[in-house]
């Protein structure tokens, strides 16, 4: 082999390289996103572990009841009764009404960019944090 | 196993089936089947077998079986444009200055415009100078939603509003091209930027931020008048109607817009029908318009 310990340096440094994001990063894994639970209401209006799982589904039926078949209230499980609506109801001063810190941190984290804030109005938060990294 | 040839004709026919029924009852007036689909297809109640469209009409609503307006073009108040600035208020309608860009939900235009079919040189002095109220006719054979290929404009089975969803539209204009009365816009160009500091009024005059009780809109998506169908589920009467109506009080003046149900013998629609010779704009191409216009 002409040139083989060149070579076998080079791929070795090569592998290296490439394997660059594993060693750099390597123990730093990034903070688990922490939600921030409304504090004023209690209830979401379904159970944690299917509002976990299912909210994307939820938010699409409500989307098609309310836009289609003009069907604007839900009743949970349990038999609550709400207006479906992201800006009104989900977004609302005494439940999530910081963006930034219930959908973002999940949705920042997995790296899902889901397109209902290029029409849907998020709710106005103080502009504190922004300025302080300026 | 795989699929036997008796066994695909069987799905095949099946799935026929499923597609032709919703068209043939609707040919032949079937009333159940239309009544137990609730105005979907078959296959999007296939659907809904999994994705159910859950929830309840609010008990406050206003309803009706088919929702009109009449237009008493002569009580709108000169230089009067309240309806159109409460109207784009309330659904966050941009204000953009290039006739090329420029959304219109509600407008004012003139008489040769409204009716090009009736105009002539020697047509009423007063009706040469009158603004006319235009807006989305909500036909009751509506040209968009027969073309719209995502079935992203629909018409309302239980009330006749013809309306938009904005999730659907894929912005191929078909719906412009169809309309013939120019009521619907498209987004050229972003309606509402979104920047640093959250939603930009640039394109509002008032420069105020948008109404958070209804969405904005995203460009490359058309829009029109919803005949205030989200105001109409909390029990409220449209925007530009109720506003006309402030406005036309204060001034000693009958309202120029009336709102109601066509379907309804004494409703106020009706009885201005009774009265008054009414117009529609455009009446020969057969989408039968649900805008009156007492001229």
């Not at chain 1, 409304?38 to 209006?45: F, I």
């Not at chain 1, 799982?53 to 309310?66: A, F, I, P, V």
């Not at chain 2, 006309?244 to 120029?256: D, F, H, I, L, S």
């Amino acid at each position: 082999m002409y040139d083989g310990g060149k070579i076998i340096t080079g791929i070795i440094i090569g592998l290296v390289l490439l394997a660059f994001p594993i060693w750099y990063t390597h123990g730093t894994a990034p903070p688990r996103p922490e939600v921030k639970l409304p504090v004023k209401e209690k209830q979401c209006v379904q159970p944690k572990a299917y509002m976990k799982t299912n909210h994307m589904q939820l938010l699409d039926l409500w989307r098609d009841s309310t836009v289609r078949a003009a069907k604007r209230i839900y009743i949970s499980d349990d038999g609550r009764k709400y207006d479906m609506s992201l800006q009104n109801t989900c977004m609302s001063a005494d439940c999530h009404a910081k963006k930034t810190e219930f959908c973002d941190q999940c949705h920042n984290y997995t790296g899902v960019v889901p397109y209902c804030w290029d029409c849907h109005i998020e709710p106005k938060e103080p502009k504190e944090k922004s300025e302080e990294k300026h | 196993m795989g699929v036997n040839r008796r066994k695909f004709l069987k799905i095949a026919g099946i799935s026929t089936l499923g597609v032709v029924a919703k068209p043939a009852a609707d040919a032949l007036a079937v009333e159940w089947l239309d009544k137990r689909l609730g105005g979907f297809t078959i296959p999007e109640t296939l659907l809904h077998l999994f994705h159910r469209p859950t929830g309840f009409t609010p008990g406050e609503a206003l309803t009706a079986k088919r929702w009109a307006m009449v237009v008493n073009v002569k009580n709108c108040p000169e230089g009067c444009k309240a309806c159109r600035e409460v109207c784009h208020k309330v659904h966050n309608v941009p204000d953009i200055e290039n006739p090329r860009h420029e959304i219109k939900w509600i407008w004012h235009g003139e008489y040769k415009h409204v009716f090009p079919g009736q105009k002539h040189e020697h047509i009423e002095e007063a009706l040469k100078k009158i603004p006319f109220v235009v807006l989305c006719n909500h036909c009751q054979n509506p040209a968009c939603v027969r073309v719209c290929p995502t079935k992203a404009t629909f018409k309302r089975k239980h009330d006749g509003i013809v309306l938009m969803d904005m999730h659907r539209c894929i912005g191929c204009r078909f719906c412009m091209a169809a309309c013939p009365f120019g009521a619907r816009s498209f987004n050229w160009i972003i309606p509402w930027p979104r920047e640093r500091a959250g939603t930009m009024p640039r394109f509002r005059k008032d420069k105020e931020p948008p109404n958070p009780e209804f969405p904005t809109r995203v460009k490359g998506v058309v829009e029109k008048c919803n005949f205030c169908a989200e105001r109409l589920a909390k029990g409220q009467i449209p925007a530009c109607v109720e506003t006309c109506r402030e406005v036309t009080k204060k001034k000693g003046m009958k309202p120029a817009l009336v709102f109601g149900d066509l379907e309804a013998p004494d409703s106020e629609v009706r009885q201005l029908l009774r009265s008054h010779y009414t117009l529609r704009r455009k009446p020969e191409l057969g989408t039968n318009p649900n805008v009156y216009y007492i001229v």
